[in-house]
């Protein structure tokens, strides 16, 4: 009997993936028989132990469509079943839990996806009502995504709020000399790189930013962006590299309509120090009371953050205690063995 199964077996892109490894590094040194489904594209390899790890192998239509025949063989051996953004169709533990970690399917039309995406999140948002009383815990990275989540699916089940952290593996560039520029990360629609240059168009010369620095792929970005010289775009850039990238910028921009956490946010002013950030419901949590300065750009509300200082308190946390929170609520569901 397994203490606890977590289905990683979606792509762990980004954040996942770094829940993911941090998760394995937490059950490595407890007391608790662990197994871990995960994507063959997360770089993991099978492995036996405490911490058992089974890769899986699945195609595009296997997600799309939730096939999750590998499941089978466990249902029934563990005390709980968590599922990363992975829809439960079956009972699989004891208890299930499910953890919701793309908000998209309960944005369509209401933030910017384009016909591809939305087609993918309108069948993602059906089977997350369809599963919506297959968990007896779900969660998400922000009150807000609970909130929409709930709101779509009628969903039963106790909500927690789980959050990312914002560890960064290896130590943040200090004293290094800041650059004229601002830094975006992403460009998929809903981030609105259109959005984020108009602002630096309107506000970058107060605010001593000379140049646009957009890392992400380029055929995203409009023309007249792309062809303006102040505008540099960088498709890929390693994390050691981005990290290097964000500490010597002098902010970090986010224009995106929606998030499910303020991952991004927090590593952005972190690492850069300043930070301005489209006024969303994630990242006015990532705020709580704190003072801060708000500028408008087209009628769309930014806040302008100059110090780490201003967010809140419940935006510092570590890892283990994420995975501590985790544990708090299944123990007092259902005991698990061990610490």
């Known amino acids: 009997m397994y203490d606890i199964i977590f289905d990683f077996s979606s792509s762990p892109e980004r954040g996942g993936l770094r829940r993911l490894v941090a998760y394995l590094r937490y059950f490595e040194n ?10 063959s594209r997360s770089g993991l390899k099978d492995r036996t132990g405490k911490v058992e790890v089974r890769v899986i192998e699945k195609g595009v239509l296997q997600n799309a469509l939730l096939i999750s025949s590998y499941l ?12 990363y953004g992975i829809p439960i169709t079956m009972k699989v533990g004891q208890r299930n839990w499910l953890h ?7 944005y369509i039309g209401r933030c910017t996806l ?3 995406l939305t087609l993918k999140m309108a069948l993602r948002r059906w089977q997350f009502g369809w599963c919506a009383f297959q968990h007896d815990v779900y969660s998400a990275e922000s009150q807000n995504s609970i909130n929409e989540y709930r709101r779509i699916t009628k969903a039963s089940g106790r909500p927690v709020v789980l959050g990312n952290s914002s560890e960064l593996d290896g130590a943040i560039p200090t004293n290094l000399k800041k650059e004229p520029y601002a830094i975006v990360l992403g460009t998929t629609s809903y981030k609105r790189v259109d959005q984020t240059y108009e602002l630096f168009r309107m506000h970058g010369e107060k605010l001593g930013i000379k140049r646009l620095r957009i890392v992400g792929q380029s055929k995203n970005i409009l023309r007249r962006i792309s062809d303006d010289p102040t505008v540099e775009i960088v498709e890929f850039i390693p994390e050691r590299d981005l990290v290097f990238a964000l500490a010597t910028a002098k902010y970090f921009i986010s224009s995106s309509e929606v998030e499910n956490s303020p991952t991004a946010a927090l590593e952005g002013i972190a690492v850069t120090g300043r930070a301005i950030l489209r006024k969303i419901p994630a990242i006015v949590e990532l705020l709580g009371d704190s003072d801060h300065e708000e500028i408008d750009c087209n009628g769309v509300k930014y806040v302008l953050l100059e ?4 967010l809140s308190l419940a935006a510092d946390v570590s890892w283990s205690q994420i995975v501590e929170k985790m544990l708090d609520v299944m123990n007092s569901q259902l005991s698990l063995q061990g610490e």
């Open 114 to 116: 384009g016909m591809t």
């Open 72 to 83: 089978k063989k466990y249902v029934g051996s563990a005390r709980w079943f968590f599922s």
């Open 30 to 39: 407890k007391n608790l028989n662990v197994l871990f489904l995960v994507s």
């Open 100 to 106: 919701i970690s793309n908000v998209l399917p309960f």
């Open 307 to 310: 110090s780490r200082r201003q």
